[in-house]
Nanobody
Framework: VQLVESGGGMVQPGGSLRLSCAAS????????MLWVRQAPGKGPEWVST????????YYADAVKGRFTISRDNTNNTLFLQMDSLHPEDTALYYC????????RGRGTQVTVSS
């Protein structure tokens, strides 16, 4: 079972990034998937959840209207489109299987700075 995140990087405030998470070793299309982030010196923060079919999505207030979660069940991939990025979005972003305490990948770093 493996989750591998990619797509992070450094971007200026107001910019955009698209994160991807490649999943393998489990039946992807029957699992809810989440994005969680952790900023330096802080605990994990839930960002977004998508249901197995992709028809329902949920967002933390801090990212609502700026981030969009989606999934491609054919290719076992989870996405997070991040627009209008703020410096406070700087964090290590993880994709997580099923629930907040589920399996997670190693993460991809997002840094928002001018």
């Amino acid at each position: 079972v493996q989750l591998v995140e990619s797509g992070g990087g450094m971007v200026q405030p107001g910019g955009s990034l698209r994160l991807s998470c490649a999943a393998s070793g489990f039946i992807f299309n029957i699992e809810a998937m989440l994005w969680v982030r952790q900023a330096p010196g802080k605990g994990p923060e839930w960002v977004s959840t998508i249901n197995p079919s992709g028809t329902s999505t949920y967002y933390a207030d801090a990212v609502k209207g700026r981030f969009t979660i989606s999934r491609d069940n054919t290719n076992n991939t989870l996405f997070l489109q991040m627009d209008s990025l703020h410096p406070e979005d700087t964090a290590l972003y993880y994709c997580v299987r099923s629930s907040i305490n589920g399996l997670r990948g190693r993460g991809t770093q997002v840094t928002v700075s001018s």
